[in-house]
């Protein structure tokens, strides 16, 4: 190999790890196009230093040109958006015994990032439960110490667990719902379904508690609607879910519309489509927190969704379902007004 030229690599060419070979003084003597890409053009020759300026990862490869190694350690590039690569630096023996090196980069970027979404979910889950139990444990104390003759404090108390209790099972299940969602995100649901059954059936769920404040649901749904592709429990959870919220973030003595109604085209999709669409009347959802109202555990007003016995996870839920029939899930809201939330399924 020419120590002063980039040597035509093709076998490492199109790997997408960045891959650089250093000869004894600890210059480029080759790099893939990986490494091209990520460090330029110009690095025939250069000292590693020039481009890596990570002290972990020269020590690796000083390591592995003195003929140690493998070496591996982590760097971050700070750029705009953060980098992380596994640098690996291993010796490469020569017949004629002059040392050199090769450094193998591996971008970890998304994994660390995954990795910290699933310890943040982890930890809001904790947070989630313990809340909750920790109320149970306290009214539990109080039972069994200075209110434990006290008749009429003793129902006040029991009332008080059961919700709390009730909150903790719910979130239970909204958990087991995501994980089941998640195991089967890619496997497209395959039955045919007439969608104004659903419909009326989560509509008949909730009617109860519309009910109760004085809430009206106005269904507008027309004749001979197309079928949809679809799971027939989980598009009842999303109705489910999205009628209840309306109700929950509707104001008393207001109106729910759910309409219906058949597009030639989904957006991004060349297909027709079938648009449902859950208008409340209500306090609204400032437009700043649209983007993030579908995350895990968002919510807008945290004490206001807890006292209204919600978990956090009906959105994360729906807009798993909507993506698993390959739908698109819309939010429009006007402060002060109500939001209207739409669900697209395309026409099987
Ligand atoms: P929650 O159990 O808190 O209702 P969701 O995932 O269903 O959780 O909703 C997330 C958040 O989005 C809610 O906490 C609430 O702040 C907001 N939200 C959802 N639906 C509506 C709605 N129809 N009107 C106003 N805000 C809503």
Redesign the pocket.
């Known amino acids: 190999m020419d120590d002063q030229t980039l040597v035509p690599w093709n076998i490492f060419d199109n790997l997408p790890d960045p891959i650089l070979v250093l000869d004894r003084d600890c210059r480029i003597t080759a790099a893939n196009n990986a490494a091209v890409d990520l460090f330029g053009t110009k690095i025939q020759g250069l000292d590693l230093v020039l481009i890596l300026r990570q002290p972990a990862a020269l020590a690796a490869a000083s390591v592995a040109l003195e003929g140690g190694g493998p070496e591996t350690v982590e760097i971050t590039f700070y750029s705009s958006i953060p980098r992380t690569f596994r640098v690996i630096a291993s010796a490469v023996p020569r017949n004629d015994g002059v040392s050199q090196a090769v450094i193998i980069m591996h971008d970890t970027t998304n994994e660390k990032r995954v990795e910290s979404m699933r310890a943040d979910f982890v930890a809001n889950v904790s947070h989630e439960l313990r809340s909750p139990l920790a109320s149970l444990l306290g009214f539990i104390e109080t039972l069994l110490g200075p209110a434990r003759d006290d008749d009429k404090v003793r129902g006040r108390f029991l009332d008080i667990m059961k919700t709390e209790a009730e909150r903790m099972a719910r979130l239970i299940d ?1 958990l087991l719902s995501l994980s089941r969602l998640e195991a089967d995100e890619h496997i497209h649901p395959r039955h045919l379904l007439a969608l104004s059954p659903i419909l009326l059936r989560a509509a008949e769920v909730v009617r109860d508690r519309a009910k109760a404040k004085g809430i009206k649901l106005v269904m507008d749904i027309p004749e001979n609607l197309p079928n949809v592709l679809g799971d027939d429990d989980q598009l009842m959870q999303v109705f489910q ?2 009628f ?3 109700i ?3 104001w008393e003595n207001s109106a729910i519309i759910v309409s219906v109604n058949l597009i030639d085209t989904m957006p991004r999709q060349a297909c027709p489509g079938v648009i449902v669409s ?1 208008a ?1 009347q ?4 400032p437009a700043h ?1 649209l983007p993030r ?2 995350e ?7 004490a ?3 006292s ?11 807009k798993h379902i909507v993506g698993r029939h390959r739908g698109q899930l819309g ?1 429009t ?1 006007t402060e002060g007004e ?2 209207t ?1 739409t669900v697209t399924l395309p026409v099987a």
Do not use: W
């Not at 895990?296 to 945290?302: A, G, S």
């Open positions: 909204d879910n999205l209840d919220n309306a929950k973030y509707g859950i409340d209500g306090d609204g959802i927190h109202i579908t895990r555990f968002y919510r807008v007003d945290k206001r969704s807890k209204l016995g919600g978990t956090g996870l009906g959105l994360a839920i729906v939010i809201s109500g939001s939330f």
